[in-house]
């Protein structure tokens, strides 16, 4: 067994991960939690068609490569990183595996069982029976405070439970024990702390595409929109001229998934043209073009630059483009109750208030 310092809070942020657009590794040397976004793959995917020389790998210098790229300094980083991983993946790197939606579904119907109360039992029940099962499940349970937390000290069991049996697979011992469980108060700061840092990029998001020609219209949709604590996800909706070039735009876009991955958070950005009709996401590439990416599932990649039409994977009515909830420019229109953090750190700054 190889005994490691484990950093017991980042292991569980990567186990607790269900998103696609990034990865968790383990480094067995240093105890170091890694995490490695769909983005910063795609920057040292781009680095090494540049500068690295199959037939003299020796030569290549990441460093000296990314003084020539134009990147930020935290995104340095995270592409040291990736090819930290892609170095040393299968000796010194392991991956963490990502929670599967069936295996949390499977957690939240095991910790029902252990409900006394009948009257919540069958609530609970009943509540978590198709689309939308998690959501019912935690505002239930929000007017259950003592179930509420016993359901977060559950949900902790479990998952340090999941982590020494993948460390014991790994033939992993760690050196120190994990910490005691939060409290429900201290998982609620939490999640709102995260909550905040998703409206945060959205206000800056929001005024670097304002200032982009071309765009006529910038809305929220999605989870921040409602008193949901815990969004997964900031999602845009930008309302482009049929002629704009989508450059800038898709740069800003970059910014704002790439930001919000860094907390284990996602940002998408969605594009409509101003009749109303969907038209995609912005392409999360750098270089956006036919033939550039072979995993590009653009349903006509590079037709127009930095639009990703997958539309076979996603689509928004007519009906939520034509009135989204909120709109934040040019001007604020809101056709739900707003949230009161979404009014103070975005739509009072907006208004220059």
Not at 217 to 243: E, F, M, N, W, Y
């Amino acid at each position: 067994m190889k005994k490691v310092t484990i950093d017991w809070g980042e292991i569980e942020l990567a186990f607790d991960n269900s998103s696609w657009e990034m990865d968790y590794y383990l480094d067995t040397e240093t105890g170091q939690t890694l995490m490695v976004m769909a983005e910063s793959r795609r920057y040292l995917e781009e680095i090494y068609e540049e500068y690295f020389a199959p037939d003299a790998p020796d030569d290549f210098n990441l460093d000296a490569a990314l003084a020539q790229v134009d990147l930020p300094d935290w995104q340095k980083e995270a592409v040291r990183e990736a090819d930290l991983v892609e170095r040393y993946y299968g000796s010194r790197i392991v991956g963490i595996p990502r929670v599967e939606s069936w295996e949390a579904y499977d957690e939240m119907q095991d910790f029902i069982a252990t409900i006394p109360n009948d009257r919540l039992y069958n609530k609970l029940v009943n509540a978590t029976q198709g689309r939308g099962a998690f959501g019912r499940f935690r505002d239930i349970l929000a007017r259950h405070p003592a179930e509420e937390q016993r359901w977060y000290d559950f949900q902790q069991n479990r998952l340090r439970q999941r982590i020494l049996e993948w460390l014991e697979m790994e033939e992993i011992e760690p050196i120190n024990a994990p910490p005691a469980a939060a409290s429900t108060a201290e998982r609620q700061e939490e999640l709102l702390s995260l909550r905040h840092k998703l409206l945060d990029e959205t206000l800056i998001f929001t005024q670097a595409a304002s200032r982009i020609p071309g765009v006529t219209r910038i809305a929220l949709i999605g989870s921040l929109t409602t008193d949901k604590i815990d969004p997964k996800d900031a999602d845009l909706l930008v309302t482009v001229t049929d002629d704009m070039d989508l450059t800038d735009l898709a740069t800003a876009a970059r910014k704002l998934q790439g930001h919000c991955q860094s907390f284990n958070r996602g940002g998408e950005v969605f594009l409509a043209d101003e009749q109303h009709h969907y038209l995609g996401r912005a392409c999360p590439w750098k270089l956006c073009g036919p033939g550039i990416r072979a995993s590009c599932d653009a349903l006509h990649c590079g037709k127009r630059p930095y639009l990703h039409d997958d539309l076979q994977a996603v689509k928004l009515s007519k009906a939520l483009i034509a009135e989204p909830p909120l709109e934040l420019w040019p001007q604020v229109t809101a056709r739900v109750p707003v949230p009161d953090d979404v009014a103070e750190r975005v739509l009072r700054p907006l208004r220059g208030e």
